[in-house]
């Protein structure tokens, strides 16, 4: 038997980091646009820093071709998901989407 090791990361609650809401953010009113990931999250306010931290350099969008179009305007700085699950991290790198598979029968 192999043994398993895990990692985890940890946050306090009061961690700081910037994020959108700072600067980025003022120039994301696209239509298609539906918000930041951190704004778009209910929690206890004492958990706000944790939770820019975590989702506040998160764009969330209708669409992948809305994300496509938000990445390429931003050059591949931000990370977006779309409602399907889809997600384009800062960089281009891509995860996640499914095809229709049509039988040849």
Known sequence: EKEQVWTCDLFTIDCNQRNLRDSTTRGIT???VIGLASTLVAADPKYQKLIDHLLGRTVVVHTIEDGIALARK???SLRI???EGELMNPGG???GGSFKIQAIF
């Open 81 to 83: 998901v779309t409602l």
């Open 30 to 32: 696209r239509e298609r």
């Open 74 to 76: 931003y050059r591949q």
């Open 93 to 95: 790198s891509m995860t």
